[in-house]
């Protein structure tokens, strides 16, 4: 894949898409460009967060660690960013994130997206509503999840 083809894949991330071209080929040049096999992990749940990992084909489950072992609660695919959440709060990651199929992705350093976040602002803006939507979408999953349950005597 060419640097004008990395840069369209960033271009539909919407946490991307406002950014200037040339601020998109700088992010293009800079990140790492990773492949991995089906089964493999991109990163695991614990670990510090050293990248965000911007999908540009195949897909991988998101898993957290439960009782019963590995518990997946999401897919993601093209065009969709992972390990963001550990940059941004500095804390380990929440999840971990194993490929289904053979993916290819945008390794995107620490440095590089913090860097990114202080020259446009309005992306700090964009990442409140992804993590706002994700947020929305797992207090309904967990009400779902929690009506499901039957109450325990006391």
Do not use: H, W
């Not at 009782?67 to 971990?96: D, H, M, W, Y």
């Amino acid at each position: 894949m060419l640097l004008k083809d990395e840069v369209e894949m960033l271009r539909r991330i919407t946490l991307f898409s406002g950014l200037p071209p040339a601020k998109l080929k700088l992010l293009a040049f800079t990140s790492d460009r990773v492949m991995y096999g089906a089964g493999e992990a991109l990163f695991y749940q614990g670990d510090i967060g050293d990248a965000a990992y911007v999908i540009l084909s195949g897909t991988a489950e998101v898993l957290i660690n439960a009782a019963g072992g590995p518990f997946k609660i999401a897919e993601v695919e093209q065009n969709s960013i992972v390990g963001e959440i550990a940059i941004l709060c500095n804390t380990p990651r929440t999840a971990t994130v194993r490929t289904s199929t053979p993916l290819e992705a945008l390794r995107i350093r620490k440095d590089d997206f913090l860097k990114l976040l202080a020259d446009f602002p309005e992306m700090a803006v964009e990442i409140m509503r992804v993590l706002a939507d994700r947020l929305a979408q797992t207090t309904a999953e967990l009400s779902e999840a929690r009506g499901r349950l039957e109450p325990v005597d006391a």
